[in-house]
C-alpha cells in the first residue's frame, strides 16, 4: 500500500500521550498509535461517529470521510487486521481514528498488516484508550464539531482547542475537489471473491454490447462500480465537473452520481450539468448523489447535527411499506421544502424521519441518501442497482413502482 503523501514526515507513534480536542473546548486524552502527529502537524477534521461494528478498513477508506476525525463506538477495532483488498479507494481518507482499544495482534488469515502498521504507513494518526462512549454521547448532545488531534510532549491542549475553533464548521466546505478523479477513465472489475481475488476482470468483447453508464465521481467506492459491472452496465467515469455537453458526447445510456464528502450545497458545479440532463438520461444517485439530485430537483440540503454513520439504519420504502436496514454515511440531509412537483419522497429514516429517498417518474430519476452497495453493511438494498439496470434499459415498469424487489 503505498504511503498517504498528505501527511508526509509523520513518525510512527510509540504510545505517546495524545489528545482530541474539540472546537468548543471539550478535551479527551489517550495514547497514539499509527502515526505521530505533533503540535506542529496535528490532524484536522470534523470530530464525528460510526456504530458500525466490522469494516473498519473499508470505512478508513472510503473518499466520503475526508475530513472527519473517526470515532468508533465498537470498543475493539484491528482484531482482523489490515489487507490490500478490503479497500473502497487507493487510500486512507479518514483524517484520523479514535477508538477505545487498537488491536495489536490481528487473527485472520487475511491480514497483512495489523491496523496501527496501516495507519503508521498511510501517515494518519489514531488515538486510543479513550472512553469513546463518552465522545459520541458528549457529540450527539452537542453535535458534529470541528477538531484537532495531535500527541507527544510538546502538545498544549488548549493550542489544539484554538487550532480547532480556527477551522470553522464543515458548511460550506467542498472536499469533493479533492478526492474525485482528474481524468475519465473506464471501470471493467465485477464483484470479487476469495477463490478469484481481485484481478478478473471483463473483456472489451464482454462489455462492448452492455448499456453504458457515466458515473461522477465525487468520491465513488470501488464496491459502487464492482455492483454496477455486476447487473450488467459497461462503466466509465468521470470528474465532477464534468460539463454536461461532455457527458453527452459519451453517449450514456444512464448516469450515476456518486457518494462524496463535504457540502453539498457547495457543488453547484456538478448540480448544473446534472439539471442539465435530467430527463434526457435516466439518472440513480447514492448519498451525495442523493443531495445532488435534490439540489437539481429544486429542493436544498441542510447539515444534521451528528449525521448518520452505521450500518443499522431503518428506512423505509413509502411505495411499499418495506422497511430496510441500512448502511448510512452522512451529515447533511435534503429538506422536504421546496422539491418541484415531479419529485416525491420514497424513503423515510425511521429514526428522525428525514429524506432518504428521492424519485422523479418523469424524469426517469431516483436516488437514496443510504449505501445499497454497503461495504461494510447489510445487502436489503443492493437491488436497488437492478432496478437502475431495469430503468435504463425499459425491461420492465415494476422497478418505477418500487416492486419486484428480492
Known amino acids: 500500500m503505498s504511503p498517504d503523501k498528505r501527511h508526509t514526515g509523520a513518525q510512527e507513534a510509540r504510545g505517546e500521550v495524545g489528545y482530541l480536542a474539540l472546537a468548543d473546548g471539550k478535551v479527551f486524552k489517550g495514547r497514539c498509535f499509527g502515526a505521530l502527529r505533533g503540535a506542529s502537524n496535528p490532524v484536522e477534521g470534523e470530530a464525528v461517529f460510526n456504530t458500525s461494528m466490522y469494516g473498519y478498513q473499508e470505512i478508513l477508506t472510503d473518499p466520503s470521510y475526508a475530513g472527519q476525525i473517526m470515532c468508533f463506538t465498537y470498543p475493539h477495532i484491528g482484531n482482523v487486521g489490515c489487507n490490500e483488498e478490503d479497500v473502497e479507494s487507493s487510500r486512507i481518507f479518514t483524517e484520523g481514528l479514535v477508538v477505545r482499544a487498537a488491536h495489536k495482534a490481528p487473527s485472520n488469515f487475511r491480514a497483512t498488516m495489523s ?3 496501516y495507519l503508521a504507513n498511510s501517515g494518519v494518526m489514531g488515538l486510543e484508550g479513550v472512553d469513546t462512549r463518552e465522545i459520541v454521547s458528549y457529540l450527539r448532545d ?3 464539531q470541528m477538531a484537532a ?3 507527544g ?3 498544549k491542549p488548549d493550542q489544539l482547542v484554538a487550532r480547532a475553533r480556527s477551522l470553522g ?3 460550506g466546505k467542498d472536499y469533493v475537489k479533492a478526492v474525485a478523479c482528474k481524468e475519465i477513465y473506464t471501470w471493467d472489475a465485477p464483484s470479487w471473491t476469495l477463490a478469484a481475488g481481485h484481478s478478473r476482470k471483463l473483456s472489451q468483447e464482454q462489455l462492448v454490447s452492455r448499456p453504458h453508464v457515466v ?3 465525487c468520491g465513488i467506492k470501488t464496491n459502487i462500480l464492482r455492483l454496477l459491472v455486476d447487473v450488467g452496465f459497461r462503466v466509465t467515469v468521470v470528474p465532477a465537473g464534468t460539463t454536461s455537453a461532455e457527458i453527452l458526447a459519451l453517449r450514456p445510456d444512464g448516469l450515476f452520481l456518486s457518494n462524496g464528502p463535504g457540502d453539498p450545497a457547495t457543488l453547484g458545479y456538478v448540480v448544473k450539468p446534472v439539471k442539465e440532463l435530467l430527463g434526457k438520461v435516466p439518472m440513480f444517485g447514492i448519498c451525495l448523489g442523493h443531495q445532488i439530485l435534490g439540489q437539481a ?4 440540503t441542510y447539515k444534521l447535527k451528528f449525521g448518520h454513520r452505521g450500518g443499522n439504519h431503518p428506512v423505509r420504502d413509502e411505495t411499499t411499506g418495506k422497511v430496510e436496514i441500512t448502511v448510512q454515511n452522512h451529515g447533511f440531509a435534503v429538506r422536504k421544502e421546496g422539491l418541484s412537483k415531479e419529485a416525491f419522497v420514497s424513503h423515510l429514516n425511521l429514526n428522525d424521519m428525514t429524506v432518504e429517498g428521492l424519485e422523479s417518474r418523469a424524469h426517469r430519476a431516483f436516488s437514496v441518501q443510504y449505501h445499497p452497495e454497503a461495504s461494510p453493511g447489510p445487502h436489503d438494498s443492493r437491488y436497488l442497482f437492478e432496478r437502475f439496470f431495469r ?6 415498469d415494476q422497478a418505477a413502482k418500487g416492486e419486484g424487489r428480492r
Open 215 to 217: 458515473a461522477i465521481d
Open 169 to 171: 464548521s464543515m458548511e
Open 297 to 300: 430537483l429544486g429542493g436544498s
Open 153 to 155: 510532549e510538546d502538545v
Open 149 to 151: 488531534m495531535a500527541g
Open 391 to 396: 430503468l435504463v434499459t425499459g425491461t420492465g
Open 115 to 117: 491496523l496501527s502498521q
Open 142 to 144: 452537542n453535535g458534529s
